[in-house]
């Protein structure tokens, strides 16, 4: 996999040793996500929108109503920055200036392309699907022709990107290692919970593996 070029607007300026241009890092946080953080501008006014997204290659996908005022201003071609973020730990320090978090993140600068393509745009709405829960799609109904219609899909070049990548103990200053307080880090992750029953599902429809699976991931 290859490393980013380093653009003035991606260069990481606080901490830069955290920052990371690599394709396999930032494809790997993309990858372990599915909402992202959108932001553009309208006339001056800034919006950052979460929505759902996967990745297919070296683009990112997003979709929604084709009567979204964010997929239809980007589609123009605006300016927009993709955000994903991942909260790993608390890192609690023994000052509370060296209080932090364990993170990864991912920005991705550019402008978005609307997908035309038929075949390109069931891909991709396979993989929003299949992203998030994998071996959901070849059993649900898929879009029919006007639901593809009522559906914009807009893909974003991962050309110019960066990720920020925060591991480890708290970083404390030296005089502060002998106070009397625990300090270390406090591991956060999100879990899937007992699947509920629509109340209108089927007795003799049982639980898929593929959903069994994923809750024992
Ligand atoms: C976890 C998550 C996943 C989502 N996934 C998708 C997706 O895959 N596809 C999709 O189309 N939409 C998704 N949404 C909804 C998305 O955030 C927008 O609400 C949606 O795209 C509608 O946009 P719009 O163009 O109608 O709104 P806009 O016209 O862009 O929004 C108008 C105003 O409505 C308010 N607004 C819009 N959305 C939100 C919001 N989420 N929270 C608070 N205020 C808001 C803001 O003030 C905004 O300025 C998701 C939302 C969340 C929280």
Redesign the pocket.
């Known amino acids: 996999m290859n490393t980013l070029a380093r653009s003035e607007r991606t260069k990481v300026k606080r901490l830069p040793a955290r920052g990371a241009y690599d394709q396999e890092t930032i494809y790997s946080i993309l990858d372990d996500g599915f909402?992202c953080h959108v932001g553009f501008a309208i006339d001056g006014q800034p919006?950052v929108?979460?929505?759902?997204?996967a990745r297919i290659g070296d683009h990112v996908y997003?979709?929604?109503?084709s009567?979204?005022?964010?997929?239809?201003s980007l589609a123009e071609g605006i300016d927009v920055c993709v955000t994903v973020t991942h909260v790993d730990g608390l890192v609690l320090a023994r000052s509370a200036f060296h209080h932090s978090i364990n993170y990864r993140s991912v920005v991705v600068l550019g402008q978005a392309k609307m997908v035309e393509d038929p075949a390109e745009k069931e891909m991709a709405l396979e993989a929003?699907t299949e992203h998030i829960i994998p071996g959901r799609w070849p059993e649900i109904r898929w879009p029919s022709e006007l639901e593809l219609k009522a559906t914009t899909v807009l893909k974003l070049a991962i050309d110019e990107a960066s990720a920020k990548v925060r591991t480890g103990d708290p970083k404390d200053d030296d005089e502060d290692y002998g106070m009397n307080v625990w300090a270390g880090v406090v591991p956060l992750s999100s879990k899937p919970g007992q699947p509920i029953r629509d109340s209108r599902l089927a007795d003799k429809i049982d639980l898929p593996t593929y959903i069994s699976e994923y809750l024992r991931k």
């Open positions: 909402i919006y929108i979460p929505t759902g997204y997003i979709h929604g109503s009567a979204s005022r964010m997929l239809r929003f």
